[in-house]
């Protein structure tokens, strides 16, 4: 079992960067997979990025392709969102979650992960 506790996020503007952070409890967190998920108002949760359990190859959206990157330190039981050239509609709840499963390659569907953090709220506005 992995509890994950979210924090870094703010208000910004447009064009400003955040890092997120993501730090795990428990001595298996490099046998998760870690994604970066987020949900604003009114929407679906939606996938961001994701990481192996080594740190790579690693997965984005399109939407933050090119803007943002995942990270991870295992030996500090945390994964990071560096998230660069923020747009207004980057804002959300940004959720980490852990997936315990066998698969290699991270899904992409929020269901299949195990473990969620709290969420750490991103507000992009000018």
């Known amino acids: 079992q992995v509890q994950l506790v979210e924090s870094g996020g703010g208000l910004v503007q447009p064009g400003d960067s955040l890092r997120l952070s993501c730090v795990a409890s428990?001595?298996?967190?490099?046998?998760?997979?870690i994604a970066w998920f987020r949900q604003a108002p009114g929407k679906e949760r939606e996938f961001v990025a994701a990481t192996r359990r080594s740190g790579n190859p690693t997965y984005y959206a399109d939407s933050v392709k090119g803007r943002f990157t995942i990270s991870r330190e295992n030996a500090k039981n945390t994964v990071y969102l560096q998230m660069n050239s923020l747009k207004p509609e980057d804002t959300a709840i940004y959720y980490c979650?852990?997936?315990?499963?066998?698969?290699?390659?991270?899904?992409?569907?929020?269901?299949?992960?195990?473990?969620w953090g709290q969420g750490t709220q991103v507000t992009v506005s000018s």
């Open positions: 428990g001595r298996t967190f490099s046998s998760y997979k």
């Open positions: 979650a852990a997936d315990g499963s066998t698969s290699t390659i991270p899904a992409r569907v929020p269901s299949l992960y195990d473990y």
